[in-house]
């Protein structure tokens, strides 16, 4: 390979002969050797050489062999010259750092190396993990990468206290990928919240081949009306308020009645489902508060998300009883069979249930994942979660194949992106606008990544875009779509893709 010319700010065209081979994503070391200096270049893109001469002599040379019936005589093999001519491409790349005579990297380049003294070399994942000095105590093992498919990992430090989005089409990779980096967390000992929509991560508690796995004690599912609920009292006024108020669109006049009924019986020690009932319809007020605070109290009543009667054993779920008895735990909150309303419900309640006991510091913090996040995000309080949450530790991944649901405040703050394919240019230009790498890159990378492939940017990589093949998980496979037609591929298939 040989530099060409260098386009735009920080792109250089390199000219590749057939037998220069690499991918899309391959980082190349341009070495100046008359400077001594280093320059770290991404492919993302790549062409042939073209000029309309040579598209001129490719149609002439075509038409004189398709005419001819005789050999034509080649003592100086002028013929294979032009084939190689052909052939030729041209790598499209991008500068990423710099590597100055006295080995110190940096990401910021300011020269250009020599067209005629420099050495370009293909980089192993070993090499750029230790010019960027990429370590850490605690590995998650994701696939591999590079052009000899060097083993790829991150490190759980690099998504502790950070905000990750996991987006991509369909079937290409998400959930496979969100598994694998809540099975490793909890194996660390961390504290997992999964919003599930497709009632598939349950998974984490079995192998492929359907044994128990080593994780089943650390996995806890639950669903409205099957663990999955609380006490009023338990929940407080402000978990209530929230799920009121962003869930059930209660408005502000109905809102203050009911809280001034959920004082009155606060104050008598009853303030249950059953008493709240019956002080909602017997209580002095306005007929259209009455009629609102009514809907809302069968909403509430019918979610299964409320134990109805203080005198009972069973009190609830209690988080901090949850989380005191686990070395590690990821719960599952299952919502797939839940209606819209009670899935927003769920989310709100958590959500500042979890917050309050973060700020007094019951609890340690909790990484939360939001899978299908574009069906109950609300942007007031989603952007309050994310502007406040390495405060009160709640550190969140988003699971979403529509990147437009997510606001572009939210993407201004977020660390790492794993990014599956996308060919469809409204998705393209979203993601490429708010990315942390520059359009070109993920606009060509991305729209032809191979499923189960994922670009990676941002802190777990150091700003250095990586192309990774994703790893095959033990586990056994949940949440694929149903098909009326049974194919042989089909029952084979054990792997979860969505």
């Known amino acids: 390979m040989k530099?060409?010319?260098?386009?735009?700010?920080?792109?250089?065209?390199?000219?590749?002969?057939?037998?220069?081979?690499?991918?899309?994503?391959?980082?190349?070391l341009i070495h100046d050797q008359k400077s001594n200096k280093k320059m770290i270049v991404q492919i993302y893109n790549e062409e042939y050489l073209s000029s309309q001469s040579l598209i001129e002599d490719i149609v002439k040379d075509e038409v004189v062999v398709a005419s001819s019936i005789e050999n034509l005589h080649d003592p100086l093999d002028i013929g294979n010259l032009s084939r190689m001519i052909r052939d030729a491409r041209l790598f499209k790349a991008k500068i990423r750092a710099s590597i100055d005579s006295e080995s110190k990297f940096s990401n910021e380049v300011t020269w250009l190396p020599s067209r005629v003294y420099s050495k370009i070399n293909r980089m192993k994942i070993s090499e750029i993990n230790n010019l960027v000095k990429r370590t850490g105590l605690y590995s998650i093992h994701l696939g591999s990468s590079g052009w000899d498919d060097e083993q790829f990992e991150i490190y759980a430090e690099d998504l502790d206290g950070k905000l990750n989005i996991v987006t991509g089409k369909k079937e290409s990779g998400k959930s496979h990928l969100s598994k694998i980096l809540i099975k490793t967390l909890v194996e660390y000992g961390a504290f997992v919240i999964v919003f599930d929509l497709n009632?598939?991560?349950?998974?984490?508690?079995w192998n492929g081949d359907g044994t128990l796995s080593t994780?089943?004690?650390?996995?806890?599912?639950?669903?409205?009306?099957?663990?999955?609920?609380?006490?009023?009292?338990?929940?407080?006024?402000?978990?209530?308020?929230?799920?009121?108020?962003?869930a059930l669109d209660m408005p502000a006049a109905s809102l203050r009645e009911f809280f001034r009924i959920w004082d009155w019986l606060e104050n008598k020690n009853t303030l249950d489902m059953e008493a709240l009932g019956n002080a909602i319809n017997t209580w002095n007020t306005n007929e259209l508060v009455r009629d609102a605070l009514i809907s809302r109290f069968h909403a509430i009543y019918s979610s299964g998300l409320f134990v109805s009667t203080l005198n009972t054993s069973h009190k609830g779920l209690r988080f901090e009883q949850l989380i005191s008895k686990k070395q590690g735990l990821a719960l599952i909150l299952n919502m797939g069979k839940a209606m819209p309303?009670?899935?927003?419900?769920?989310?709100?309640?958590?959500?500042?249930?979890v917050v309050e006991?973060?700020?007094?510091?019951?609890?340690?913090?909790?990484?939360?994942?939001?899978e299908e996040a574009h069906l109950y995000i609300r942007d007031t309080y989603w952007e309050d979660i994310i502007t406040?949450?390495?405060?009160?530790?709640?550190?969140?991944?988003?699971?979403?194949?529509?990147?437009?649901?997510?606001?572009?405040?939210v993407y201004r703050q977020v660390d790492n992106i794993f990014l599956f394919n996308f060919t469809n240019d409204t998705d393209l230009d979203k993601i490429s606008k708010v990315s942390l790498a520059d359009n070109e890159t993920v606009k060509s990378i991305v729209r032809t990544l191979p499923q189960?492939?994922?670009?990676?940017?941002?802190?777990?990589?150091?700003?250095?875009?990586?192309?990774?093949?994703?790893?095959?998980?033990?586990?056994?496979?949940?949440?694929?779509?149903?098909?009326?037609?049974?194919?042989?591929?089909?029952?084979?298939?054990?792997?979860?893709?969505?």
């Open 341 to 353: 309303v009670v899935r927003r419900m769920i989310v709100e309640l958590v959500l500042t249930k």
């Open 199 to 205: 009632n598939e991560y349950g998974g984490l508690a």
């Open 388 to 409: 406040r949450m390495r405060h009160f530790g709640i550190y969140t991944t988003f699971i979403t194949n529509q990147p437009d649901a997510i606001s572009d405040s």
């Open 357 to 370: 006991l973060l700020e007094k510091g019951i609890i340690p913090p909790i990484f939360l994942f939001a």
């Open 452 to 498: 189960r492939q994922c670009l990676v940017i941002g802190k777990v990589v150091r700003d250095l875009p990586m192309v990774v093949k994703i790893t095959p998980a033990d586990i056994m496979a949940l949440g694929q779509t149903k098909t009326f037609f049974k194919t042989e591929s089909s029952v084979q298939d054990v792997s979860s893709v969505s």
């Open 215 to 246: 994780l089943h004690e650390q996995i806890t599912m639950l669903e409205p009306g099957g663990g999955l609920e609380f006490s009023l009292d338990y929940c407080g006024k402000a978990a209530i308020s929230s799920m009121l108020k962003n």
């Open 3 to 28: 530099i060409l010319y260098k386009n735009n700010t920080d792109e250089l065209i390199l000219l590749a002969m057939k037998s220069d081979t690499a991918r899309k994503g391959d980082y190349l």
